[in-house]
């Protein structure tokens, strides 16, 4: 198995699969509307601008799984990130990162990351960096700014 075997649920409902995004650099975030890293969404927003046409792709899938950080519904999550911050990359559904409810994607991520294998997310806004081969670079925790990531992106690309 790898992750783009992977199928996920778009915000808006849609199944698709990770395959999708095959040969692209992804960078999945778990993210939260009421975190005090929210206001990553920013830089998030801007990596993808920046190396979108690239081959750039920033995957956010919200989670309630801290502190209840992220109450609402997915319709109101997307529409919290476009008013907000202009969020125009891909959201999805909002899922469990941690527990018996793991969504798969995490399960893998967390069972075939390179540094802190098998430990659980510990807050929102942790970060996967994936390169255009499918593995898994590195995982980068909740303090990580995105524009920190910048470089290494640009690497990958």
Not at 123 to 149: A, C, H, Q
């Amino acid at each position: 198995m790898n992750i783009y075997d992977i199928n996920v649920e778009t915000i808006e409902g849609e199944t698709i699969s990770l395959d999708e995004f095959k040969g692209k650099v992804i960078l999945i975030v778990n993210t939260a509307s009421k975190c005090g890293f929210t206001p990553q969404f920013k830089g998030l927003e801007k990596l993808y601008e920046k190396y979108g046409n690239e081959g750039l792709e920033v995957l956010g899938f919200p989670c309630n799984q801290f502190k209840e950080q992220d109450p609402g519904t997915n319709e109101e999550i997307k529409n919290f990130c476009l008013l907000n911050y202009g969020v125009s990359f891909r959201m999805f559904e909002k899922i469990d990162v941690n527990g018996e409810n793991r969504h798969p994607l995490y399960q893998y991520l967390i069972k075939n990351t390179p540094n802190l294998i098998g430990k659980d997310v510990s807050w929102n806004f942790e970060k996967f960096l994936i390169n255009k081969d499918g593995e898994i670079i590195k995982r980068f925790l909740s303090m990580k700014k995105p524009s920190s990531l910048d470089k290494i992106i640009k690497n990958l690309l």
